[in-house]
T-cell receptor, first 116, second 113 residues
């Protein structure tokens, strides 16, 4: 079965640089979520999109922005990177409500970002 | 504030022994409850979920969890641990369908031969 695809899988950046993380949800899933997992931490919700509109926002820094495109893929843009942004960034997707499984989020493998 | 608490950041069991990982949530309103497993350097894999159907939920790899509203708990169990069960386990809760997940702090399970 198709899974959530994230690219790149690994990324190394310098402080103050920018980074773009991409997420391709499972086909026919219309909701995308982004989470940040710091070293030894639990995943923290950043932002979510439903049908290309922002549906919820968590502890996402103002330096970060995200959007969902017409093909439902999503991108997380990170600017002025700081050392503390080093983390594993997960994307998850969930199916439409009509499928009766809307509450279940399926996670991608993550993008590991290292800021030097 | 809504929260999830996993008791014990590290649990160690012998192979073949019972696995019990504890999870409590902060609200009296039954939410959507999940257990995810994370193997080293990998993503989060769904083990099982509770969505107001049967209170005893069976998942993959022989795991199951029981929802107890009176105790606001959703503990994860497995009758007999296997070496391959060694991983980080996260309890997660959502209070709305399609809403964000709030994760517990995680429990690292070690299995001794």
């Amino acid at each position: 079965a198709a899974g959530v695809i994230q690219s790149p899988r690994h990324l190394i950046k310098e402080k103050r640089e920018t980074a773009t993380l991409k997420c391709y949800p499972i086909p026919r899933h219309d909701t995308v979520y982004w989470y940040q997992q710091g070293p030894g931490q639990d995943p923290q919700f950043l932002i979510s999109f439903y049908e290309k509109m922002q549906s919820d926002k968590g502890s996402i820094p103002d330096r970060f922005s995200a959007q969902q495109f017409s093909d439902y893929h999503s991108e997380l843009n990170m600017s002025s990177l700081e050392l503390g942004d080093s983390a594993l960034y997960f994307c998850a997707s969930s199916p439409p409500g009509s499928g009766g499984n809307q509450e279940t989020q399926y996670f991608g493998p993550g993008t590991r970002l290292l800021v030097l | 504030a809504q929260s999830v608490t996993q008791l014990g950041s590290h649990v160690s069991v012998s192979e073949g022994a019972l696995v019990l990982l504890r999870c409590n949530y902060s609200s009296s309103v039954p939410p959507y409850l999940f257990w995810y497993v994370q193997y080293p350097n990998q993503g989060l894999q769904l083990l099982l979920k509770y969505t107001s159907a049967a209170t005893l939920v069976k998942g993959i790899n022989g795991f199951e969890a029981e929802f107890k509203k009176s105790e606001t708990s959703f503990h994860l169990t497995k009758p007999s641990a296997h070496m391959s069960d060694a991983a980080e386990y996260f309890c997660a809760v959502s209070w709305t369908q399609g809403g964000k997940l709030i994760f517990g702090q995680g429990t690292e399970l070690s299995v001794k031969p």
